[in-house]
């Protein structure tokens, strides 16, 4: 940006009379700015906030994560979706325990080998724990730099994300630091009560501005921006145009049968397999297609369970990234019981009672209209 030092000024102080004292900020550990980083990937801060305090009361730093029991870690995240981000988790406080001594690497460069660990969160972990001049583009960031500089091309190349980082990154220089600036980047500092640095500072302060300002559907609030006056596609009134995306490839349409089936007072759960969607997670076992209710009654027979009774529920959507299941589902009581198949194998069953589901199993929100506990 031909104005780096302006631009940063601008945004410095506008961040510094919004800044939000959320908890990750309060505390810049690298443990707390990496879990708070891939929580909020896909989910929304109020939300995580809830999820960051208890996985931090219960996994305190990076060597009881790598020790923890995978379960555990999944019932912490339970709600959040997308659990290949705490398996990652996991598997990445595992290398850092053994490979760096429990300290997390300082760089992007090491940081990005890590399980999970992508350019943004690499870029966002190096800059706000560590100091790195290292631009962190996201959906934000990258749409952000699209208004400022009408960019004309898909924002989902690989270019544009270099471009972003290019034209960022001037804003970071300590050289183009105004004695206003120093002024505002202190001022954060006051707010949160913690020490802030400029890289770092840079970076939440384009993220918020994003969020919150140059919003992504809709009108973007250039009256509120402090960077309307470089702001190329403002200037032109053509804030609507950018970014330029190419529509995203459709989603896959998958039907499903979902059971509930109560044996006593505990309900049949299974383990999924330990690769693909949702792995290794509870369910409520269920199966392609939409079954009629003779056809769910088969379908429990061939689980091992002879039902009493079925009663239809209503019919329920998820939908997952690249997938939409569209569900209907029953409940059924049961008595007899044939064994069930044992824990060794990859997906097995097994019943469990209210209190177990509650505390103990993980069970994606894809079920929560079909768990009636
Ligand atoms: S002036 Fe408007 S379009 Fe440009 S960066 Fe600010 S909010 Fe976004």
């Not at 031909?2 to 800044?19: F, I, P």
């Not at 990076?62 to 029991?69: C, F, V």
């Not at 006051?190 to 809709?218: E, F």
């Not at 239809?312 to 064994?339: K, N, Q, S, V």
Request: aromatic share 8%.
């Amino acid at each position: 940006m031909d104005n780096a030092s302006q631009a940063a000024e601008r945004l410095l102080c506008w961040y510094g009379r919004n800044v939000r004292a959320l908890p990750w900020r309060l505390d810049v550990s690298p443990y707390h700015v990496w879990l708070s980083e891939i929580m909020l990937q896909q989910t929304r801060v109020e939300t995580v906030i809830g999820y960051y305090e208890r996985f931090l009361k219960a996994l305190p730093d990076i060597e009881s994560l790598a020790n923890a029991p995978e379960d555990l870690c999944l019932k912490l995240w339970q709600g959040l979706g997308y659990y290949s981000r705490v398996r990652n988790l996991q598997k990445a406080a595992q290398v850092i325990v053994q490979r760096y001594g429990g300290h997390m690497p300082d760089s992007a460069k090491e940081l990005i080998k890590l399980p999970g660990i992508g350019d943004y969160t690499s870029a966002a972990i190096a800059s706000i724990a560590f100091g790195q001049a290292e631009p962190a583009i996201d959906g934000n960031l990258l749409r952000v730099f699209a208004r400022l500089t009408a960019y004309g091309e898909d924002i989902g190349d690989q270019r544009a994300k270099q471009s972003a980082r290019a034209f960022f990154l001037p804003l970071m220089q300590p050289e183009n630091l105004t004695e206003a600036a120093a002024r505002a980047l202190e001022s954060v500092s006051q707010s949160l009560g913690a020490p802030v640095n400029l890289p770092g500072t840079i970076n939440q302060a384009l993220m918020d501005l994003g969020a919150g300002v140059c919003l992504p559907n809709g009108e973007p609030l250039c009256s509120d921006c402090p960077l309307k006056e470089f702001c190329l596609s403002h200037q032109r009134g053509e804030e609507r145009r950018y970014p330029v995306k190419t529509p995203p490839k459709a989603r896959t349409i998958e039907n499903r049968t979902v059971l509930l089936i109560r044996y006593g007072d505990r309900i049949a759960l299974r383990k999924r397999p330990a690769r693909g969607l949702l792995a290794g997670l509870y369910e409520l076992p269920n199966t392609k297609g939409l079954l009629s209710r003779q056809e769910a009654l088969e379908y429990a027979r061939m689980l091992g369970f002879a039902p009493l009774r079925i009663q239809e529920l209503p019919p329920a959507r998820h939908i997952f990234t690249h997938r939409e299941w569209r569900m209907i589902g029953y409940e059924l009581r049961a008595d007899e019981l044939t064994p069930l198949s044992p824990p060794k194998e990859e997906a097995y069953l097994l019943l469990a009672g209210k209190d177990e589901i509650k505390t103990s199993y993980s069970i994606p929100s894809a079920f929560s209209v079909y768990l009636i506990l």
